[in-house]
């Protein structure tokens, strides 16, 4: 009502003048839409969506008197005459009949909403119908005052999709019950985008969530529920015992991926990343991507090919397959993966961003990245929560992925609801992004084919996550050598009465009439085919290859030790420097970023010794202008954690909060390569396991994770231990991915001292990656150049340091960076008379420098310095060299800020002993060994850094040995 209203029987007016050419606002209903509106004025958010937008619109018509006077609750104005009539004054009529219709029609808006927010939790899901169903006042009539006579009045349901705007009672709750209640439960109201729950609502009302397939389509259907089936149990009977991590149980969700591969090629996808489990693994490998099953058949019997040094079990292998779909032809790409469930989930990411980089398909109308799950793992593995919180951020996003979980109700031994989660739904989690979930009954498959296709269509529309939640069970236990009725005895009492998914439905089939025979001639025509080791997708394309196919034979089988031309030429560093070190006149730099481009351009000219920084940014820049894109992205690494960096610019007069940033090295050259500088959500494990993926797929292009601070890397030792140390060896993947992790030990405590060194020598075998320490700015810019110009992609390790950033010591002369390379090791830079050196130390990183400083202080020119700047793989070669330089040199020492359990000592020793003299001695100097990488006391870390500078040049002690 309007706020200059100031009597009773003109304050509705400004609304009924509104109302005047909506007719069916009037008589009987007026009292409910009045109510209605009484509700919208106090709370906007707590009308149906409908009602909303219809008394949005009305905030604009103007009041009666032609004022913008805004209307206000009526309810306040009645309650003050109300009180007037107590006390004898004007007299308040209510029309009581009206009244009470108005709250019937209120309740019903209060029923549909109760079924859209809460009926998934009547919906019929369990194929085991294991729980009773719980009551939830809420979705009954009753708890609204309505009864048997109230069945056939008829309500207003102009704001559902049911095809009426009139229903009586009895025909609105059957519609409510079979569209929110039954074997498809759908949770989409707790997304706050009003676009997305219409949608929802107008895709499963409009139908009333029941498919309506072609008879085609069924039969299609049963096909491969029988071909689900049909490989478990031959499996099971010709390979008794042996561990697959069986389907059986949820056969329907092999009807899912094909519907999904199927659909997706219509829609236009051409490429479909897939990452899961073990679970019905071996069953998506024959079913969907169509692996020939006598190439499984032969893993199983021991007879395939042995070519990797290590290899894994069959169920942790990928495949990569192109089928044909109505649309065209498909790339399906299953991620191999190891037994740490989901953490396989940011590296399908990963490729997936980066299949998409490769076709400027910014948002992922072309590639589809699917993730399935366990119901246990995705609701208890963290990873899953770093990966939804990536899903829409810029350097992140890809578009929307569609999640897949196959729900056994079981997690290996764990069933009870108070242990398994906290949550109502293994799915809550997430929530969190406000992504769809479609819970959907296993046993009904043509529900899970229409799931499949609603939660394809949603995905394509808003690209947003989605999620399939298939309820099923599973028949046999964790793996087939399990005994699962050992904790589970009532639940595997109905999983054996259980006749089979397929059994079912081949049984509705043939009740329709489609014959009683159709279900076993399809078994048996199956099992023929498995007989003869026949491929079951049809068809499946042999000599299709994509043009975005990436050619990796380049990067197989090269030698650690092929040299690589890092050098640029004296005129490309300075036109690449001058570009990168100019900054618009229309960006206002800060003060103190404007002095570090300054010194870089003086750099460039040659005016002064080049820094870290610059160094970095002109490998980059060069990088580039090659045609080699640049990813670089971790927790602040635009501007960097200590402060060198700056690659990105930001407008100290910028306006408005999402513009005004300016990228030199995004304006090298004309044609130049992509250069991407990301700051990374606050995770490690998920952002480093996605950039392992996008290498994985990319690699002409320099993937750079750089850790806050080294310590932190272990926040990710999953992905560093299962995939970046071992992947190659164990499924014959390749990677180039680089990881930039500061290193140092400066007095900041146990948390931001090491990069944990031991831990990359520990994994180091095979030739499997590079572990590098550089001492100095050319080094970083040689190292990073070497990485993308030598045909070799292998895991790159730098630790980088922190105070060397800015020191004038680790600065660089412009002409170590126009001549020269990366030194793996870097000899004694003082001219010492080599008879004359008795001990030759060496050492790793920034203990180099107090090393030579003390040196200097007394006088020590018997003792020769060297730097190992690579520790893996060794280079054995150069260390010999440089032993070779000191003939009389009687002793060797190993000197490292690290504890002596720690660091590179355990592994350097023995390539050092490799390479002595017979008769030299070789000793430590470094701290003790410690549980912690480092002290927290400033006095005591200045105490241990001095004494084991000292203990470089003293008398050997400790661990002595003799060659």
């Known amino acids: 009502m309007s706020e200059t209203t100031s009597q009773g029987t003109n304050s509705a007016s400004s609304v009924y003048q509104a109302y005047q050419s909506n007719t069916f606002l009037f008589g009987g209903n007026a009292p409910y839409v009045e109510e209605m509106y009484e509700n919208y004025l106090a709370n906007p958010g707590g009308v149906p969506d409908s009602w909303r937008d219809y008394f949005d619109a009305l905030q604009h018509v103007p009041a009666s008197d032609g004022s913008q006077a805004k209307d206000v609750p009526h309810l306040p104005v009645i309650n003050a005459f109300a009180e007037r009539a107590k006390q004898g004054g004007t007299k308040v009529v209510v029309a009581s009949v009206d009244a009470e219709m108005g709250r019937k029609r209120t309740a ?103 498919p309506s397939f072609s008879i085609d389509q069924q039969k299609h259907i049963l096909g491969r529920l029988t071909a689900a089936e049909g490989l478990e149990r031959f499996l099971h009977t010709k390979y008794v015992g042996q561990k697959r991590f069986s389907l059986e149980g949820a056969e329907s969700f092999i009807a899912c991926m094909d519907e999904l591969i199927q659909s997706a090629g219509i829609k236009g996808i051409q490429e479909i990343v897939i990452g899961m489990a073990h679970r019905g693994r071996l069953n998506v490998l024959v079913n969907s991507l169509g692996k020939m099953p006598a190439e499984l058949f032969a893993e199983f019997d021991h007879t395939a ?84 919180a990536l899903s829409e951020t810029r350097g992140y996003s890809t578009g929307g992925t569609v999640h897949i979980i196959i729900n056994n109700q079981i997690g290996f031994t764990t069933s009870d609801p108070r242990d398994s989660r906290s949550t109502l739904y293994c799915t809550d989690v997430i929530k969190m992004i406000e992504a769809p979930v479609l819970h959907v009954n296993g046993d009904d498959p043509e529900a899970v084919v229409l799931a499949t296709q609603l939660a394809l269509e949603f995905r394509l529309e808003f690209r947003k996550d989605v999620v399939v939640d298939i309820i099923c069970f599973r028949k046999l236990g964790h793996n087939e050598q399990d005994t699962p009725a050992l904790t589970q005895p009532l639940m595997y009492k109905k999983i054996a009465a259980h006749p089979g998914t397929r059994s079912l439905y081949a049984a509705k089939l043939a009740a329709q009439g489609l014959g009683d025979t159709l279900g076993d001639d399809m ?140 990228i030199p090295l995004q304006n090298v050259t004309e044609n130049q390569a992509p250069f991407v500088v990301i700051d990374s959500i606050l995770s490690e494990e998920a952002v480093l396991a996605f950039e392992y993926g996008y290498a994985s797929n990319e690699p002409n292009t320099l993937v750079i994770w750089e850790a806050q601070f080294g310590d932190f890397a272990n926040g990710a030792q999953v992905v560093i231990d299962q995939f970046i140390a071992s992947g190659e060896v164990k499924w014959g993947r390749v990677n180039g991915i680089t990881l930039m992790l500061p290193h140092g030990y400066e007095g900041q405590g146990p948390e931001h001292s090491s990069a944990r060194l031991e831990r990359f020598m520990q994994l180091s075998a095979d030739t499997n990656m590079q572990v590098v320490q550089p001492t100095t700015a050319s080094q970083i810019f ?38 020269g390379a990366f030194q793996t090791i870097i000899p004694e830079q003082k001219a010492l008379k080599a008879d004359k050196v008795k001990r030759m130390v060496a050492c790793s990183g920034k203990v180099y420098y107090d090393l030579v400083k003390k040196r200097e202080e007394i006088a020590a020119d018997d003792v020769a310095i060297i730097r190992v700047e690579q520790l893996y793989p060794f280079p054995h070669k150069a260390f010999a060299t440089e032993l070779k330089k000191y003939p009389n040199a009687t002793e060797i020492v190993w000197c490292q800020d690290e504890p002596q359990n720690q660091g590179a000592w355990f592994f350097v020793q023995h390539y050092i002993y490799e390479n002595m003299f017979d008769g030299q001695k070789r000793g430590y100097s470094g701290r003790a060994a410690s549980a912690s990488p480092a002290v927290g006391y400033a006095h005591l870390h200045q105490e241990q850094q001095k004494a084991l500078v000292e203990g470089a040049f003293a008398k050997l002690k400790g661990t002595v040995l003799t060659k």
């Open 108 to 210: 019903v808006q209060q029923l549909i909403a109760a079924h859209r927010n809460v009926g998934v939790s009547w919906a019929d899901l369990d194929p085991l119908k294991r729980a009773e169903r719980v009551a939830i006042p809420e979705l009954e009539p009753s708890s609204y005052g309505f009864s048997d006579a109230d069945q056939e009045a008829v309500f207003d349901t102009s704001n559902t999709f049911f095809g009426k705007d009139r229903m009586s009672l009895r025909e609105l709750m059957n519609a409510l019950r079979q569209t929110y209640c039954g074997t498809i439960g759908v949770q989409f109201m707790h997304t706050t985008d009003q676009n997305h729950k219409r949608w929802w609502q107008q895709k499963l009302e409009s139908i009333r969530s029941k």
């Open 305 to 388: 090919p042995e070519e990797l040094t290590s290899g894994d079990v069959k169920y942790h292998q990928g495949f990569s397959s192109d089928v044909t779909t109505a649309g065209g032809p498909v790339h399906l790409s299953l991620a191999f993966n190891p037994s740490h469930l989901e953490i396989v989930n940011p590296v399908v990411e990963g490729s997936v961003r980066a299949r998409m980089d490769r076709r400027a398909d910014p948002h992922g109308k072309q590639v589809l990245p699917v993730l399935v799950h366990g119901d246990a793992a995705f609701a208890g593995q963290g990873v899953n929560m770093e990966t939804f």
């Open 523 to 662: 078994a048996k025509a199956f099992r023929a085919a498995m007989d003869a080791g026949k491929h079951t997708v049809d068809p499946v394309l042999t000599n299709f290859k994509s043009k975005y196919a990436v050619d990796w034979t380049p990067f197989i089988n090269q030698k650690w030790t092929d040299a690589a031309d890092t050098a640029i030429p004296l005129g490309e560093w300075k036109r690449l420097a001058e570009k990168i070190t100019t900054i618009p006149a229309s960006v206002t730099a800060h003060n103190l970023v404007k002095k570090v481009y300054d010194d870089r351009a003086a750099m460039g000219r040659g005016d002064i010794p080049v820094d870290w920084g610059m160094g970095e940014h002109m490998a980059f820049a060069s990088l580039v202008a090659s045609g080699y894109p640049v990813r670089l992205s971790g927790e602040d690494c635009g501007r960097g954690t200590f402060t060198h960096r700056h690659s990105v610019i930001h407008d100290q007069n910028r306006e408005k909060w999402d513009v005004g940033t300016y």
């Open 782 to 819: 040689h190292i990073l150049r070497r990485q993308m110009v030598r045909s070799i992609r292998k895991p790159l390790i730098i630790l980088t340091p922190k105070s060397l950033l800015r020191a004038k010591d680790a600065a660089s002369p412009l002409s170590e960076f126009t001549k």
